[in-house]
């Protein structure tokens, strides 16, 4: 990389801390700081959902997956779009109807007391780990693509996550993803023109008569049968996620009622659409320039994650290669931003203020959830230098497995509770403890129990699964068991639910009536002309603050058509920050004149 390109680098640091301070002010309480007082723009928090989906693995893993596998990566993109339409139909409206402010509040309004605490811990305790691994992963990457180290990469970006999160709490966080998204998004378009003008390739024509043949024909390296398969069970997976109160409610939270929930969830739609086909020409491209990436990156583990930076390398002029460096750091904050701000609230609202304080003030609430942040983000960057130092240590795999095997266990529970009634209190966590049972036995049986001989060999003796079959066949078997062991058990426990409390009964029937019951913002919240106007404003200003500098650029001396592509990325974003702009003062005027008649009256 260049100097301009360290540069471009170091200026993007500098601003996503700026976040932090410019949405200080916004948090005046405990709902404020953890979900942006229910009253976010819709917009906004679809782009922060949207690209906590479209996370760095993107542009290391998917970007891999694609090299190797083509079109085949688009199925993933498929499912997810399908997931989230499922969700915009059936579940956004319903989640943010819970009316509350952390997503486990939902799970103890369901399934009481003890299923808060059990579904708020496990994954506090699961992600202090997974968090760590997270930061350490993407060091590894950047240092091996390039030469950077890994302790430098580690406490900086985990510096800029934790300020950031600390001090501007979930508006910072939601904020700084539509910021990086328009980043991501702008960057993604010029690699895609770039790729496909590049003499090598020849425009769409040459790329699809250039690519190899199992790029479009999956069956050159996997049965059809096993492909469908692997579809379902992404369906399967990516719909349960996505529509399960913990994992994938907690962002509709942050909107002001049902309906715009389910706006916010057309931006992810869209995104899933459009964005994954762009995104995904580079990647084809470095196929074709790219035969032999193990030569171009030797000091990478899987040389084919570098497939998205090596045609970056060849392709972009100096300082935009530091822009495509920035958009894999955006990628990577959104996401343990956002789970820094979800284990905070978590913490503080199910913990705290249950257990320890009960008649905490809202400022010493957001005071204790900063603290949480700054222990918290610490303990990440304490682990990730541990494995930076030692890489040998076994901790890929344990939580790896651990976080599988409890992840959609924990997660049917909590889709199913929102519409199946007669169930007992203990219904949740006892399909969770089957589900990892379940789990767990057939991690031991893939790994001493003879499983992985059976299912290589057993789909046809005389032509044994692939590396690539084994693992898409071994994830919807895993998954069909234990999709259908928790189940079958979650509805099982309906038995017992004659025996269940007339507390806990009122208790359940007093959640679907909220769930189901519209928001009337009239009565439920005083319409917030000032504060949507203000949220625009201070949007427009961080894209025009942004997109200002990646226009600085101009005075690096390249060719004109480098200085075009330069001109367009930065003119893009500032563009999006002048229409933002018109629209949050249209608002504020709109609103002083609706005050103005209230007065009158």
């Known amino acids: 990389m260049s100097i301009y390109d360290y540069i471009v680098i170091g200026a993007y640091l500098a601003f996503m801390l700026a976040l932090g ?49 083509g079109t085949f990566l688009l199925i993933l993109f498929a499912c997810n779009t399908v997931a989230t339409l499922v969700c915009l139909v059936f579940t956004a409206h319903r989640f943010r109807q819970l009316r509350v402010i952390t997503a486990v509040e939902a799970i103890r309004d369901r399934y009481g007391n003890s299923s808060e605490q059990i ?56 904020a700084g993803d539509f910021v990086q998204m ?28 250039k690519m190899p043949k199992g790029h479009l024909d999956w069956s050159e390296f996997e049965r059809p049968g096993i492909t469908w398969i692997y579809a379902i069970t992404l369906v399967i ?33 869209i995104g899933f659409l459009v964005l994954p086909i762009i995104w995904i020409i580079p990647a084809f491209a470095s196929s074709i320039i790219f035969p032999d990436l193990a030569a171009v990156f030797p000091k990478l583990n899987n040389p084919a994650e570098g497939a998205y930076v090596a045609i970056a390398t060849k392709l972009l002029p100096p300082g935009l290669l530091g822009l495509l460096v920035c958009g894999i750091f955006a990628a990577s904050l959104t996401s343990m931003n956002s789970l820094l701000n979800v284990f905070s609230a978590g913490f503080v609202r199910n913990f705290y203020i249950r257990v320890i304080d009960k008649n905490a003030s809202e400022g010493r609430q957001i005071l204790v959830g900063r603290i949480f942040i700054l222990v918290y983000g610490l303990i990440w960057m304490g682990i990730a230098m541990l494995l930076a130092q030692n890489s040998e240590i076994k901790l890929f795999e344990l939580i790896l497995i651990a976080s599988a095997s409890i992840g959609l266990p924990a997660a049917l529970p909590m889709l199913y509770g929102m519409f199946v009634k007669k169930v007992p209190a203990w219904s949740g966590w006892s399909t969770m403890v089957v589900g990892f049972i379940v789990s767990l036995v057939i991690y031991l049986g893939f790994k001493y129990g003879g499983f992985a001989d059976a299912l290589r060999y057993g789909w046809d003796p005389s032509a044994p699964l692939n590396d690539i079959e084994f693992g898409d066949l071994k994830l919807g078997l895993t998954t069909a068991a234990i999709f259908s062991a928790c189940t079958i058990w979650f509805f099982l426990t309906g038995i017992f639910y004659k025996y269940s409390s007339m507390d806990y009964r009122k208790q359940v029937d007093r959640f679907f009536e909220v769930m189901n019951t519209p928001i009337d913002r009239s009565q439920e919240h005083e319409p917030d002309y000032e504060g949507d106007s203000r949220q625009y404003l201070v949007l427009a200003n961080l894209c025009l603050a942004y997109g200002g500098m990646v226009l600085l650029l101009l005075l690096v001396p390249n060719e004109w058509k480098a200085r075009l592509l330069v001109l367009i990325c930065g003119g893009s974003v500032m563009l999006v920050g002048a229409v933002l702009r018109f629209i949050g003062k249209r608002a504020g005027a709109d609103g002083a004149r609706s005050s103005e008649g209230g007065c009158d009256e």
Do not use: C
Request: aromatic fraction near 14%; avoid cysteine.
């Open 182 to 209: 328009l980043v991501v998004l702008t960057i993604t378009v010029i690699m895609a023109v770039l790729a496909l003008n590049h003499e090598a390739i020849g425009g769409i024509g040459g790329l699809i008569e």
């Open 21 to 69: 301070p410019v949405y200080k002010s916004f948090s005046k309480t405990a709902s404020d700081f953890f979900r942006g007082g229910g009253g976010m723009l819709w917009w906004v928090v679809g782009s922060s959902a949207f690209m906590n989906s479209f996370s760095a693995w993107s542009f290391t893993g998917g970007a891999a997956k694609a090299y190797r596998t």
């Open 119 to 174: 579904f708020n811990w496990l994954p506090l305790v699961f992600n202090i780990l997974f968090g760590g691994i997270m930061l350490y992963t993407i060091s590894v990457f950047m240092s091996g693509v390039f030469g950077a180290k890994m302790y430098q990469i580690i406490l900086i970006l985990g510096a800029v996550m934790v300020i950031m999160t600390l001090l501007g709490g979930s508006w910072a966080a939601t």
């Open 237 to 269: 997976n990516q719909t349960v996620f996505a529509n399960s109160m913990q994992s994938g409610g907690a962002r509709y939270l942050f909107v002001k009622d049902g309906a715009e929930a389910r706006k916010s969830a057309w931006v992810s739609v």
